[in-house]
T-cell receptor, first 110, second 116 residues
Framework: EDQVTQSPEALRLQEGESSSLNCSYT??????LFWYRQDPGKGPEFLFT???AGEEKEKERLKATLTKKESFLHITAPKPEDSATYLC???????????FGKGNQVVVIP | GAVVSQHPSWVICKSGTSVKIECRSL??????MFWYRQFPKQSLMLMAT?????????EQGVEKDKFLINHASLTLSTLTVTSAHPEDSSFYIC????????????FGPGTRLTVT
């Protein structure tokens, strides 16, 4: 069974204090690893797809990286508007479905 | 691009009535659509997967007669909660995936259902 574990569950950061979120996964035949951002009361917003180990993608203050066992979402010099829950999901094998982690809840304090 | 809408954004209904939620892909054709349920402070729970023109595939433990899913076109899927009860109150979110090699799912904004 595909497993996705995210850590830490919750993180409080001072504005400007860079940090990283971890997503560890156990799957058979990774097709893709996805990062989403979810604000309270809203649907997840797509951020990145990573397909193979060594791949990196960036968007503004966010950078996602992928190894064979885990992915990191680096938040550089965060701002209060980066406060959200960040969800990691994997798609594996011939499956259509995504397996989600429980999320990293990030609060950035001004 | 890749915008998914849901309607309504919130709904309150009485116990025993049925509620229909619409999910539309606005700028792409969605060969596959997914319906999720999310409880407070928890991650998304997949309820069912539907392909255009085919019957939906439900996850284990999800009652197919209670949660009716129709994917009649490449841009529209509907979820009908039949004979709703208070325990069906939740946040329902749909997502859509286009065809081809991309596995990305794009999510709608969600529908908050409250059954009184």
């Amino acid at each position: 069974e595909d497993q996705v574990t995210q850590s830490p569950e919750a993180l409080r950061l001072q504005e400007g204090e860079s940090s990283s979120l971890n997503c560890s996964y156990t799957v058979s035949g990774l097709r893709g690893l996805f990062w989403y951002r979810q604000d309270p009361g809203k649907g997840p917003e797509f951020l990145f797809t990573l397909y193979s180990a060594g791949e990196e993608k960036e968007k503004e203050r966010l950078k996602a990286t992928l190894t064979k066992k885990e992915s990191f979402l680096h938040i550089t010099a965060p701002k209060p508007e980066d406060s959200a829950t960040y969800l990691c999901a994997v798609q594996a094998g011939g499956n259509n479905r995504l397996a989600f982690g429980k999320g990293n809840q990030v609060v950035v304090i001004p | 691009g890749a915008v998914v809408s849901q309607h309504p954004s919130w709904v309150i209904c009485k116990s025993g009535t049925s509620v229909k939620i619409e999910c539309r892909s606005l700028d792409f054709q969605a060969t596959t659509m997914f319906w999720y349920r999310q409880f407070p402070k928890q991650s998304l729970m997949l309820m069912a997967t539907s392909n255009e023109g085919s019957k939906a595939t439900y996850e284990q433990g999800v009652e197919k007669d209670k949660f009716l899913i129709n994917h009649a076109s490449l841009t529209l899927s509907t979820l009908t909660v039949t004979s709703a009860h208070p325990e069906d109150s939740s946040f329902y979110i749909c997502s859509a995936r286009g065809g081809g090699a991309s596995y990305e799912q794009y999510f709608g904004p969600g529908t908050r259902l409250t059954v009184t």
